[in-house]
Each structure stands twice: as structure tokens, then as C-alpha cells.
């Protein structure tokens, strides 16, 4: 927002927040001239124009609305809503209101014509529509939030259009003949904005990259990052303040430092990781336990409102992409300075847990400290280590054998302390693309975790509560991981649906943790595990960061923030400084953020976040389309993972893709949505279609351009084919004849159905 201030105008005016008070004491809006003789300006040119002037800009920024007989008045007071405009591939949209808490307003294609993605805007409730939306009208554009778009670029007839790979954007971008940058037909391409859409005009750009090819390698990361603007180049201010940095730690750096250097702390990653930027120790003591969690101390290089610090601001966390990584710091600062690499001096925060013989924290302090990380170790070879199995792993492994195993004694105590205190334990699979030549995805695998995994995810667990336990001790603003409760409205769902098996959800309108544990305990060995376990985590929300502690649910601790990653996400830096300036005696007095800093940051991060997920589900849904087009025609076996009116979305066996079977190619039947059972019911035979049900599907069409695949029905099981064991999950089919488009109609989504909407997987670290 543009603060203009009084030095602006030859003779000072009210303040903005003098306007507001004025405003918020009238009972109607005001005129100009009004303004003028509330504030007692008659006859000072200089003080009217000024005036003039100042609610023009404040009614720019949104601060108040100007109506059509020209009385200002406060937005609220005029029933209207400010927010962000959300776009929907199919033409619509909804405003998401600033005002936390505030539901989503629809906006029709119509009211769409003359806004983008991503736009702020004012609107007013003009009406609820028949789903019990509220619907808006626009009123004024605030600030544009679509500058740049990546998209295919095409040209016919001499007309060039650019088609945006962001299925949010819904506009076409005409680029007139001399503004093509050198494009070709069909090429990738990033174009600026000339000017915005209006309600009689296309937008209008230029061409400033050419990406290059269509489908070519890596095309699919280039585009994501472009699409989701995602901040992937160093400003020249970033690249001197980091080269700048030695790459090596000077012993002034070190002094007044604890010193860890005689310990042997160890790094335990995938075989794949660049960057380390945790290792742990663990030794018995009389009463338990102690735990040191030693994290690098990137609070040290990066000091705030620096270059380095403003652009891990902008860019909030690392994102990661298959086979590519776009960094939150420099790579001489991530892979470098603050990797905790082996045989080398790295500063560090140490996080000391002292535990009892139960697995219970008993006490927790933290330290700057200096660490020489005594080996690099690797998921799987640490689980094969403490199996035994010593014949294909380097010998370091034999050399810290007692090492690995006290921490693995003390991660079974943590085991059975989670298990007794109600964590919500999803059997999710998650899936790795490997690439081969070209790189081109050669298979996609599921992610196989194993003790080694899980035995860092608890001491990193541990760790990140003893951070919230100690900066709420004190009192000092912060960023909390916070997961809330299940609504309601889910809750009420989710009872309806479970009532169908027999299985009830305790807790009322404040279940625990540990009644959603208890649920899938029960429903572990029943056929209907997995459309069980579904539907309740689609009951959750999304963990987002906040300085308001509030839990969480998922991981059942009242204290949760996140510590142990400041290498690649920002959350974690903010902590670090939090923790550091009470190791220096500071208090939460006088710390450099206070709760409206920290309440930015924390909904920043969060977008971002959001942004990164959404980047990286695009690329990966690339490549999967990418890869089935060499498959189309194949049959498969696969399981139902989404029901909607439209149709089923099933996630195929072992390849782990996803596509859709169109409700039109369930034939012979009319088939009708229950959304609280989850299926499609048939009207005529009664065939249920239902999440989890296991399908046999045929690869009939891969649209890439629109993420898109299309499955036709070869076999499903009804329920008397359950009985016979028909449809093994696993079994994958032998090719049949390929699918015939039927005539004058794609199997694809038609348009004006909903895009497929995935379930959020809670996050849980």
C-alpha cells in the first residue's frame, strides 16, 4: 500500500486514520465536501485538494469505498469484502477475504472477464446462490497480481496467443506480431503483461523468455516455476553478501561457543541429500536419556533485513521438484557453510533433551555451539546396520554401532510415548519419480521408510517441542506449527460415513487426537481400512504457521514450532533467532519481531508453502502425464481415490498415477453422488462405485497440456464380484486393444465439471 504522507501536499491534512475515525462516527457515507467541513478546510485550496487527494488514494488502497453519488465511506459498513481473487480452470472464480474467517465468495465467468488470478479486488455481495455461496460483483480492481505468465505459445492466421499453463488463469494472452520476442509455434514461453484484461478486451503482452520446446526435458520444472512464480534468481545484492561469506568457519566465529567438536554427532540422511543440517548423539544416563539435536546455526550468516535474509522472506522455504531443487539460500550457504558435512567445524544450535526411562521430557536447554559431524550415514544402510547386516555398508557403520543403537533403544521408548499419547498415524504411500536417459521418467516408485526414518522424524519431533515449550516460557513472539481441530461441518460427515460400519468417533464437538487413533485401530484389518482412513484425513485441516498457539492435533502436543530445518524453511530461522536472543539475555520485550510481525511472517510462509505444493504437485502431474502416453490403450488395476458427481478418479497399482473415469463411461445406468457414503449409486441395477473399491481400468487418453488422464471402465467389482475375489490389487493387466474415441465426444472432462481436488495430507513434522 502507497503511504503517502504529509510532506506530499504544500499545507498538511488530516491523517488516513483521522479519515477513518471521521468516517467511522458518520452514520452514512460522506461527500467530498462533507470531508471538507468536517475537518473545517472551507475556503484552503491548498488543505480541499490535498483532502481531495488523500481520499482518492486511500480509496485505491482499499481503506474505504467510494459510491456511485460520490459519499466515501468505511468498506465494511458498505457490505463490502476485500480480497484475493482465486480463478477456476472452468471460467469462475471466488474472492478469498482478507478478514480471517471469512468464507469465499463466488464470482461468475462474467464478473471474471475483467480479472486475473491472483488480483486484489473489492466486491459486493450481490446474493447467495443455490449451493448456499455468497456471490459477489466486482467493484474495484485494488492491485493486479498477474504481471508475468508462462504459457504455449501459438500462432494462426498471423494471430499470436499464449495459452497459460496456470489452469487458474483463464484468459488467452494475445501478443501482437512485433512484441513475439522471436517465438515459434508451439514453444514455451514467458510473457509481461501489457494490459490487463477488461470486460470487452483480452489481456495483451510480449514475449520476454523463450523457454524453449514443447515437452522438451526439464520443460516441466521450468514451467512450474514460471507458472507458480516461484523465485529461482539470486538478485546481484544476494549473490555479494553470500560470496562475501568464507567458506570456512573462522575461529573468532567459534569463541563463546559451547564446544560439541569431541562428541560423535552424525548426520543421518537419504542417499540422495545435498544438505545436512541436522546430526544427533545419544547417551544413557541414570534416569533415562539425553538427546542433542544439533541443527546448523544459519541464524549466525544470516543476519536480518540483509539482502540474503530479505530474499529467504520472498522465497519462505526450499521447493523441491523431482531431480531439481530451487533453494531458499544460496548453495555456498545450504550445501556449504551450513551443512553440517563431515570432518569439518560448523556452527550449530544445540537442542539438549534429557528424557526418563517412560520416553518423557524432563528437562530441555539450548546452546550455541561449534560441532565436527563425525560421519555422513544414510537411511538405509543405518537400518541395515542395526539389523546386522554388515557385508555391503562402509565400516564407519560397525564403528558406530553402539552410537546407532542407543539411539535407536531411545527411539523405541519415544515409540511406544507416541503410541500412548494418541498421534493420528496415517498408512500413506508416498512415491519418488526415478528418470533415465533424457530425463524422462523411467518409474515411478513408492518411498519405503524404515526405522532409520522414523527414529530421526521423533528426535526431530522432540526437539521442535522443546523449542515452543521454551520461547512460550518465555514469552517471546514466535512462529508455532499449529494443526487445529476438524470443523464441525467435517466432523458431522465424518460420523455419518462411519455410522455406515459400525464405527462411531468419540469426542463430540472436540475430539482428540486419540479418538481418530482409536477409529483406525479398530478398522485396521476390515476390507474397508483404506476408505476408511481416507475419509478421515480428508477431515483435516491444513497445519499452517502461526504466532497464536493453538496445538497440534495431528502430532497431539499442546507446543509444536518448527526448529530443526533453517537451511530450507524460513519458520525455522525465525525460531533460531527467538532461541538465540534469549541466549543472550534478551527478553521477548525487546526481541525484533513482535506479534504483528510475527502474524505477517507466519501467514507469508504459509502462502508460500502453499505456493511450493502446488508447484511441485503440477510438475510431478507433467511427468506422470508424460509418462502414460507412451501406456495409453494398456489396462490396469487400480484403486478408487476420489468420488465425485463426474465421475470416479483412481489412482492405479504400482505405478501410483491418477485419472479419472468419466460418469459418461459408466454405461447402462444412471448413476447418482452421495457424497457422505462417497460413492455413485446406479439407479436402475444398484451398481455402487465406492472410494477404495478396486477397478480395472484402460489408459484411453492423456491430455498433457491440462494434466489430464482419462480411463475407460474394462472391469469393476460389484459387490457379488467382491465375494468371488475378483480384481486383485496389484495385478496388472496384459494389453488390450486400444481405446476408440466415441464419436464427437472426449472421454476427457467436459467442460464446466470441477478439476479434480486433492486432499491435503496434514503435515505432521
Known sequence: MKQENNKTYATPVAERSEILQALEASDAPRSLQEMITHFEYEGDEDREEGLRRRLIAMSRDGQIAKNRRGGYGLIERMDLVRGRVSGHPDGFG?????????????????????????DKVLVSIVGINRRGK????????????????????????????????????????????????????????????????????????????????????????????????????????VERESSAISSTVPEEAKEGRQDFRDLPLVTIDG?????????????????????LVAIADVSHYVEPQSPLDSEAVVRGNSVYFPGHVVPMLPESLSNGLCSLNPKVDRLCMVCEILFDEAGKI?????????????????????????????????????????????????????????????????????????????????????????????MIEEFMIAANVCAARHLKRNKIATLYRIHEQPNSDRLDEVRLFLREFGLTLDGGDTPQPGDYARVLGLAKERTEFNLIQTVLLRSLNRAVYSPDNVGHFGLAHENYAHFTSPIRRYPDLLVHRAIGHLIDGGEGSDFLYDKEAMLRLGES??????????????????????????????SYSGVVSGVTGFGLFVTLDDIFVDGLVHITALQNDYYHFDPVRHQLTGEQAGHKFRLGDQLEVQVARVDLDERKID???????????????????????????????????????????????????????
Not at 498408512?427 to 526414518?453: L, S
Open 94 to 118: 471466488f474472492v478469498i477475504p482478507e478478514e480471517a474467517g471469512e468464507k469465499d465468495i463466488f464470482l461468475h465467468a462474467k464478473q471474471m472477464r475483467s480479472l486475473m488470478h491472483g
Open 271 to 291: 542417499s540422495d541429500a545435498r544438505d545436512f543440517d541436522d546430526a544427533v548423539y545419544c547417551s544413557r544416563t541414570p534416569k533415562g536419556w539425553r538427546l
Open 605 to 634: 510462509c504459509s502462502t508460500n508453502e502453499r505456493r511450493a505444493d502446488d508447484a511441485t504437485r503440477d510438475a510431478t502431474d507433467w511427468l506422470k502425464c508424460e509418462y502414460m502416453m507412451d501406456h495409453v490403450g494398456e
Open 711 to 765: 480411463f475407460l471402465l474394462v472391469g469393476s467389482e460389484s459387490d457379488a464380484e467382491k465375494k468371488s475375489g475378483a480384481g486383485k490389487k496389484g495385478a496388472k493387466r496384459p494389453a488390450k486393444k486400444k481405446a476408440r474415441p466415441s464419436k464427437g465426444k472426449s472421454t476427457a472432462k467436459p467442460k464446466g465439471s470441477p478439476r479434480k481436488k486433492r486432499a491435503s495430507k496434514p503435515t505432521t513434522d
Open 362 to 454: 524432563s528437562r530441555s536447554r539450548f546452546h550455541r555451539g561449534v560441532m565436527h559431524s563425525a560421519a555422513r550415514m544414510i537411511y538405509d544402510e543405518v537400518a541395515e546396520a542395526l539389523a546386522g547386516n554388515f557385508d555391503e555398508i562402509d565400516e564407519q557403520y560397525q564403528t558406530y554401532l553402539p552410537q546407532l543403537q542407543e539411539l535407536h533403544s531411545l527411539y523405541e521408548v519415544l515409540l511406544q510415548a507416541r503410541n500412548n499419547r494418541g498421534t493420528i498415524d496415517f498408512d500413506t504411500v508416498e512415491t519418488q519419480i526415478q528418470f533415465g536417459e533424457g530425463k524422462k521418467i523411467e518409474r515411478i516408485v513408492p518411498t519405503v521408510r524404515n526405522d532409520a526414518h522414523r
Open 134 to 237: 455468497r456471490e459477489g460483483q466486482l467493484v474495484k480492481v485494488l492491485e493486479r497480481g498477474t504481471l508475468q505468465v508462462v504459457g504455449r505459445y501459438f500462432k494462426e492466421r498471423g494471430v499470436g496467443i499464449v495459452v497459460p499453463s496456470n489452469k487458474s488463469i483463464n484468459h488467452d494472452i494475445l501478443v501482437p506480431p512485433e512484441q513475439t520476442g522471436g517465438a515459434e509455434h508451439d514453444q514455451i514461453v514467458l510473457v509481461e503483461l501489457i494490459e490487463q484484461p477488461s470486460k470487452h478486451s483480452a489481456p495483451i503482452g510480449q514475449v520476454v523468455e523463450v523457454l524453449g520446446d514443447h515437452m522438451a526435458p526439464g520443460m516441466e520444472i521450468d514451467i512450474a516455476i514460471r507458472a507458480f512464480d516461484i523465485p529461482h534468481i539470486w538478485p546481484d545484492a
